[in-house]
Structures are given as C-alpha cells and as structure tokens.
C-alpha cells in the first residue's frame, strides 16, 4: 500500500483531515475529499486518547471507492497496533471507519477542491515530507456543513462532581463580601469621578469673610476646618481658600457679602451685628479643639483687583456684579421699609440664658376657647390625578367650576341673603362630601394633616401657598373654616360637624399661580430622607413607598392618631434637627421668601412633630439657628444669616406655645373628610 499518496491537513473542531491523492492523477490537480463522520461513541474514546480527527477518502471516480475502502480498513487495523508518528504531534493518531452505505451516497457528500495561487501549501500539516515538485499552492476546499449529532457529548461524571478549586471558592467568598478586583474597581472609578460643584450661598460667603475677618490661625488650614464643620460640608480646603481670596477679596465691594462685613461694618462691631455669630464660631472651635485667635485689628490685604485686572473678562464680571449689588441694595431698602413692623419683637442674640420649657399636658383643650398667637402666612394642597380641585398651569381651580367658561363668578358674602354661601359651605365641610365638586379650594396650614392626606393618594403632589398674596386679600377670597363652623352651627346647620377646622382654609374659586410658592411630587420627600441624617423618620409611618420610591395608597389615617404616634417618639431639637428643617425650608422654597414665611415654616414643623427643646440655652439656640440657616442653601432673599437665625428661633418660640396650647388636641382632632 502506498502511504505517500496519504495528506494530513487541519480540519474544522480541532480534527485532523486524512486526505488520499490517487497516483493517476497529479497532485496539483483537482481532488475529491469526503470526511468521514466519526461515531459518538468512538469519538468519546479517541478523544481519551489523543487529538481527534476525521478520516477523509479522496477519489477521482467511482471505480475506487473499493480500493479506498479496502486501505481505510488496513489503516485501522495497522493503527490499532502501531501507532502512527508525525512531525507535528506525538501522540498516537487512530483512524475510524465509517460505515459508506454506497458509493453514490459517497460521491454525493464529496466536495471539489481547485488549486488557487493564494493559498500556501506550508499552511497545512502533513506528516510527510513534501516533494520538490509539489507546487506551493492548492486550492482549498469547499466547506462541508456537518450533519447535526443524534445525542450531546455526554459529560464525564468526575467533571460534574469535581470540587471548586481554592482559587474558586477565594473568588466567590470575595464577591459575596464586596472585595473583588470587579468590585474594588468600580469604588476606585466611583473616587475618581468628579464631585458636583458646590454652589456658594450668600451665608457660605458670609460666614466665611466674618470668620477670615475677625479670626486668625497659625495653621492656614484651621479656617477651612472649621468652615467644613459649622457648614457639614466636606469641601476640599484649598477650595475653600480659594473662595475667600481668589473670588471674595478679588471682587470686593461688588459682593454683597463682603461690603456687608468689611465696608458697612466696622471691625469694632458696636451695633453687635455680628456678635453672636462670632461666639458662635470661637464654641465651634473650641469643639474641634483648634487654636483660633482673635484678631486684634482689621485684617491688611488688597480687593477689588478685578475693577482694573488686564482680562476683559475679569473687568466685565465685575462691572455686573456692582449693577446687581447696587439693585440688591435698593431692593433692601424696600423690604426694611415694609417690614419695620413685626408681630414679636425680634429677639437679640447672644446676651442671657434662654431655658425652652416644653413641658407637655396630657388635658385637653379646646381650641375654640384658645389659639395660636400669630395669623396664619403659608397652607399647604396636596393632590393627584383623581381629585376633584384640578391643577392647570394657571392654578388650582375648584371642581365646581373648573368647567366654567369666562370669568370665574366674583365671591360671595356669608351675609349674601339668598343663604347662597350658607349651602355651599355647608355642602363643601360635609363629611359626605358631594360628586359634583365645591365652588371652594381647600388648603391646610398643618403639614402633618397635609400628609396624612397625601397617603391615601396615587403619586401625590404638595404646595406651599402664600396665604398673603395679593390675590388672596380679595373680599369673601379666603375664609376660615373653623369660623365657618362656628356660623353654621349657630344657623342651625354642621350639627354632624365634630371637626373644628382650625388648620383649614377655605379659598373661593381658585388659588393663582403667583400665590404658589412651590410644588413637587412627594416622593421627593422621601429622596431627602433618604440622602441626609434625617431625625423625621415620622415621615415614613405616614407615607409608605415601595423599593421605586413609588408611594404605597393606603388607608387614610386619622391626623389625631399621627399625631400623637409623632409625640410618643419625642423628637429632640438638636443639630441633625435643625440641619433637616433647614433642608426641607430650602425644598419647599423659602429661601426665596419672607421671614414671616421661614418663622411660620419652623413653627408647624415643631407644633406638627412635637418636637421638644427643653433647656436649650440662648447659646446652643444660636448655633442651630446658624445650622438652619446654612442648610437651607443657595436663596436669593436679601436678608442676611442673623435675620433668617432670628426668624428661625422666634418659630421655635411659636411654635412651643402652640403644643402647650393644644397639647395633644386641637388642630390635631380632625374628621375623616374628603373634600381635598
């Protein structure tokens, strides 16, 4: 048998294709390959044993598929005993036969092969030498698509039941407990990320040029320390520095904050304008047990550089920061002007002891024989899609006529003689409510009764309204409704009514736009929570959200039994405390406000949680005030950080009568309604 004529060649899934050139026909000439399936269960065998492979018959005719048969036969007996070797793998190499059903079928499944000039002969193994007169290039072979196997390749048992290995199991133990490289590189990518820019409020800038102004350190670093740990920031310090010299001092007077502290007073500080806070910071220091020192005299440096800089730029901004300081200041005249007035003298910082009694009474009171102190500034509306007041972009509008073409009808008088305002007051307070609508829009001046609305609602959305708008100041506008109550009861009507209406107002028509200071969805509430140290975890017994954030409708509770469940908790006002309330003031808008609004805000946030400041000293109130005002963020209110801290303590003192006042009742006993 001649065994030259027998070609080894590289073959598709790591099998080797034996190849059969007859020796009538040249070797550069076209061939005939047929591959012959190996068997499953020789296959597995072979595959033990060595390299797998595919023996292939080439034949030019028909007339020696015999002959060809007959050499695949002796092939495999003389590889059962001797193996074969090559100059390209050592191990031993059996050929299997596969069973031809008949020479036609063969020839059928043969492909054709021409020679090509592209393809090297040195590309395919061969475990003979090559004669000097073959040429170098064959042509290849056309691809044969494989008939698809009856049955997988069948897994050996001691694959299945092998054990991890230690390097395995070390690579799972780390991924469970968050130490693999995977994940030790998504921290690494997390740390490089840049951080959001942090936007400087006039009371970042403020507090920082009274403490680089009245206060020296050995170390350059104690300042922006302590910058950090009154503000809860974590700021890089040279930032911070930065900020004072290369932005504050650069710019001087055409920063409001600066000509408030270096230019409109003076270092003496006669007035005490900044008197309390620098006590402040001296007890903030004293904390982080830094060696601050008092300045003796007025700090040296040069500002204002920016008003004869050589950059365009420089020059530019700084013309336009002195057009809006000097608009800033008109309008401040204007604002002093208009509220020279108070309803409580404004209390003075810094000076003597103050103790906050809190002590609560279990009696009941009623709140038609007592009330609060001050007059109502802020309500609040929540709502959703299903309720009957809508809310279009000019508005709320009430249901009654929210249909209504053409100018909404002008407001009626109580003492209308029709008893016109008598009806739909009384149909509008109804416990059973009306399918039709009201002509009236209800509003609360209580945040928890707010909420407890809200939870019985499908993605409800909260405003805050300013009570004193202008458009609200209308005749018959806004009423009452726990005077609304007492009149209907003295006609006659309301005998069902056990709700008193304290928190309630009711607004003829519609509330515009302009008197809206802000609204959102109240899932971000729940995003506050979230992200800061909140102590007003008692938001979430009252509004309950899936893992989306999403809130969860429930039953509406009663505002009583919330109430009092916000009580039990004893809520402490401390310096988490104050951080949040300045959060959710800054949330709801009243950075942008009035001090009548941030005074009422602190006051229905410790009336409403029961929070207690027992023997809090006039010193510790300074600093929360401080922290309240800090967090409240960027605003662009024209007051500065002591007139916000007094408003912030005189809620504070509001709102602490208000819990002796009402003490467990009151505004807190409400029915179970549904004219929201």
């Given at each position: 048998m001649d065994f030259s004529r027998w070609r080894f060649s590289g073959g598709t899934d790591n099998t080797q294709v034996l190849t059969y050139v007859p020796a009538q026909e040249p070797l550069r000439d076209s061939v005939r390959e047929e591959t012959v399936k190996v068997e499953d269960e020789a296959f597995e065998s072979v595959f033990q044993?060595?390299?797998?492979?595919?023996?292939?018959?080439?034949?030019?005719?028909?007339?020696?598929?015999?002959?060809?048969?007959?050499?695949?036969?002796?092939?495999?007996?003389?590889?059962?005993?001797?193996?074969?070797?090559?100059?390209?793998s050592e191990t031993p190499i059996k050929v299997i036969?596969?069973?031809?059903?008949?020479?036609?079928?063969?020839?059928?499944?043969?492909?054709a092969s021409t020679p090509s000039?592209?393809?090297a002969l040195n590309g395919i193994d061969t475990p003979c030498p090559l004669p000097h007169n073959i040429s170098n290039n064959i042509g290849p072979s056309i691809p044969i698509v494989d008939i698809a196997r009856g049955k997988s390749i069948h897994r050996p048992s001691w694959l299945k039941s092998a054990p991890d290995s230690k390097k395995r199991k070390r690579e799972s133990q780390q991924q469970k407990e968050g130490t693999a490289l995977s994940f030790l590189s998504l921290k690494d990518l997390k740390s490089i990320e840049f951080e959001p820019i942090h936007k400087w409020s006039s009371d970042d800038r403020e507090l920082l040029c009274i403490i680089y102004r009245w206060f020296d350190s050995s170390d350059a670093t104690d300042i922006p320390k302590l910058f950090n740990y009154i503000t809860a920031y974590s700021l890089p310090l040279k930032r911070i520095q930065a900020q004072f010299k290369?932005?504050?001092?650069?710019?001087?007077?055409?920063?409001?904050?600066?000509?408030?502290?270096?230019?409109?007073?003076?270092?003496?500080?006669p007035e005490g304008n900044f008197s309390a806070i620098r006590h402040i910071i001296m007890a903030q220091a004293s904390e982080m047990n830094l060696e601050l020192i008092s300045?003796?005299?007025?700090?040296?440096?040069?500002?204002?550089?920016?008003?004869y800089a050589k950059s365009d730029r420089t020059r530019a901004a700084y013309k336009s920061k002195v057009r809006r300081a000097s608009q800033t200041n008109v309008s401040e005249q204007a604002s002093s002007n208009s509220s020279s007035s108070s309803s409580l003298p404004l209390l003075n910082l810094g000076g003597r002891p103050l103790t906050i009694n809190l002590s609560l009474s279990d009696s009941i009171v009623d709140s038609e024989n007592q009330s609060p102190t001050t007059n109502h500034h802020l309500a609040f509306r929540v709502w959703d899609a299903n309720s009957k007041t809508k809310y279009t972009e000019t508005g709320f509008i009430s249901g009654l006529l929210s249909a209504w073409n053409g100018p909404l009808p002008e407001p009626i008088s109580p003492t209308d003689p029709s008893n016109a305002f008598m009806i739909l007051s009384n149909s509008h307070l109804s416990v059973l409510g009306n399918d039709t609508g009201s002509c009236f829009v209800s509003t609360t001046t209580s945040l928890i009764q707010a909420l407890t609305y809200a939870s019985s609602m499908n993605d409800p959305r909260i405003a805050i309204i300013n009570l004193d708008h202008q458009s609200l100041k209308t005749p018959n506008k806004k009423h009452h409704a726990a005077s609304i109550l007492s009149w209907l009861k003295s006609n006659g009507q309301a005998n069902w009514a056990r709700y008193k209406g304290t928190a309630e107002y009711l607004v003829w028509g519609n509330i515009e736009q302009a008197a809206i200071l802000r609204h959102f969805p109240i899932s971000e509430l729940l995003h506050l929570a979230a992200t800061d140290i909140l102590c007003f975890e008692s938001i979430q017994p009252i509004l309950r959200f899936d893992e989306n954030g999403v809130l969860i409708p429930r039953k509406k509770p009663r505002t009583r039994v919330v109430a009092q469940m916000l009580k039990e908790k004893q809520l402490l006002l401390d310096s988490d405390t104050a951080n949040t309330m300045g959060k959710l003031a800054g949330k709801f808008g009243l950075g942008d406000s009035t001090l009548s609004h941030i005074k009422e805000f602190v006051k229905v946030i410790i009336d409403g949680w029961s929070i207690s400041a027992q023997a809090?000293?006039?010193?510790?109130m300074n600093v929360l005030a401080m922290k309240f005002t800090i967090a409240m963020g960027p605003r662009k209110s024209t007051y500065d950080i002591q007139e916000i801290m007094k408003a912030f303590i005189e809620g504070i003192e509001i709102g602490t009568r208000n819990i002796e006042i009402f003490s467990g009742s009151g505004h807190r006993r409400y029915k179970h309604r549904s004219t929201l």
């Open positions: 044993q060595g390299l797998p492979f595919h023996a292939t018959s080439i034949k030019s005719d028909p007339d020696e598929s015999e002959s060809s048969q007959s050499l695949i036969n002796q092939l495999v007996s003389a590889s059962a005993t001797t193996p074969v070797n090559s100059s390209f036969e596969h069973a031809f059903s008949t020479p036609n079928e063969r020839l059928s499944s043969a492909t000039d592209n393809v290369n932005h504050i001092c650069l710019y001087g007077s055409a920063i409001p904050e600066f000509d408030r502290v270096f230019k409109k007073t003076s270092f003496e500080d300045r003796k005299k007025d700090m040296e440096f040069t500002s204002e550089k920016a008003a809090i000293n006039y010193n510790m």
